[in-house]
């Protein structure tokens, strides 16, 4: 079975590396703030969500690649964010530039929602 895998900030860097697994045949789902910018991507293949948290509720692994710890924040939280709608099992490949949370509050949510482990 291949992975589903999920893709939320699809700007400059974002969307290159959307791009290359998509190139390389995985089914990918991808949310961005701006849809349009994403258009190149959905020619391609990628199936467009309305939400980061319809795209943790679609794929197997979710990567993020976003601006700064705001916008992290706003990919994360529930209403919409990936946390409401993150799946036991699934895996998060963050790799956004964001400051080193050392008290521990970006993990707090996280935390929050227990994931099953094999």
Do not use: H
Not at 50 to 63: K, L, Q, T, W
Not at 83 to 94: F, K, S, Y
């Amino acid at each position: 079975m291949t992975a589903t895998l999920g893709f939320v900030g699809l700007g400059a860097m974002g969307g290159r590396m959307a791009r290359r697994l998509l190139d390389a045949g995985y089914a990918l789902c991808g949310y961005n703030r701006t849809a349009a910018k994403a258009a190149d991507l959905v020619r391609a293949g990628m199936t467009l969500t309305g939400s980061p948290r319809e795209v943790a509720e679609r794929a197997d692994i979710v990567f993020t690649m976003v601006t700064d710890d705001t916008a992290l924040e706003a990919v994360t939280r529930p209403p919409e964010g990936l946390l409401a709608g993150w799946r036991p099992g699934a895996i998060l490949v963050e790799i956004s530039v964001i400051a080193v949370a050392g008290d521990g509050t970006r993990q707090k949510p996280a935390r929050q929602k227990p994931a099953r482990r094999k």
